[in-house]
């Protein structure tokens, strides 16, 4: 059975760095073709991808936020950490982690992290 | 604003045959698969069609992917009050190397 679990604090301030941490279970990121993403979802707003990381640690991240973002792997504790920087209140939303599927861009969701960004 | 284009809002009644859009380009839809997620309240959003009209395990057949050209539609027939939800197209993009969502379609079944 696949889960990812995100955690996290739920309020940083304007300018400070957020990190978010996936667990998941059920797969390995040292298996052939897996990866995970981050992506987030404002209040009332869409869906936008963050960031992916495959098995061979290949990166990948949102044009729009790459200088923020840093994705990292830690394979011996099935964990998938986000790091973002300069955090703003824009940046208020929903993280959520997805395992990458073998046909589809995500087949697993974790339930997700709300975080305010607010001073 | 979204890369992938769908319309706010949709709406059908019980029994009825839905379709939403999603207009993309050349760079995302038109050469890479594309899937389609729902969100009902309060939940993490949800697999629903992948690689243009395949359907998880579990996902009732009244789902089904179609895509003409740089666009895709998904199509729920014999609507039911259950399918109330947000649904959301997204596909691999390669000019931006990275995946990219439609900004998301509010189905009410009235």
């Known amino acids: 059975q696949v889960t990812l679990r995100e955690s996290g604090p739920a309020l940083v301030k304007p300018t400070q760095t957020l990190t978010l941490t996936c667990t998941f279970s059920?797969?390995?990121?040292?298996?052939?073709?897996?990866?995970v993403n981050w992506i987030r979802q404002p209040p009332g707003k869409a869906l936008e991808w963050l960031a992916r990381?495959?098995?061979?640690?290949?990166?990948y991240y949102n044009t729009s936020l790459k200088t923020r973002l840093t994705i990292s792997k830690d394979t011996s504790k099935n964990q998938v950490v986000l790091t973002m920087t300069n955090m703003d209140p824009v940046d208020t939303a929903t993280y959520y982690c997805?395992?990458?599927?073998?046909?589809?861009?995500?087949?697993?969701w974790g339930q997700g992290a709300l975080v305010t960004v607010s001073s | 604003q979204s890369v992938l284009t769908q319309p706010p809002s949709a709406s059908g009644t019980p029994g009825q045959r839905v379709t939403i859009s999603c207009s993309g380009s050349?760079?995302?839809?038109?050469?890479?698969?594309f899937d389609w997620y729902q969100r009902l309240p309060g939940t993490a959003p949800k697999l629903l069609i992948f690689?243009?009209?395949q359907r998880p395990s579990g996902v009732p057949d009244r789902f089904s992917g179609s895509r003409s050209g740089a666009s895709a539609s998904l199509a729920i027939s014999g609507l039911q009050s259950e399918d109330e939800a947000d649904y959301y197209c997204?596909?691999?993009?390669?000019?931006?190397?990275?995946?990219?969502f439609g900004g998301g379609t509010k189905l009410t079944v009235l």
């Open positions: 997805t395992r990458c599927g073998h046909n589809s861009y995500f087949d697993y």
């Open positions: 059920g797969f390995s990121l040292s298996t052939s073709a897996m990866c």
């Open positions: 990381i495959d098995w061979d640690d290949d990166e």
């Open positions: 050349n760079s995302n839809i038109g050469s890479n698969t």
């Open positions: 690689s243009n009209n």
């Open positions: 997204a596909a691999w993009d390669d000019g931006l190397n990275g995946v990219v």
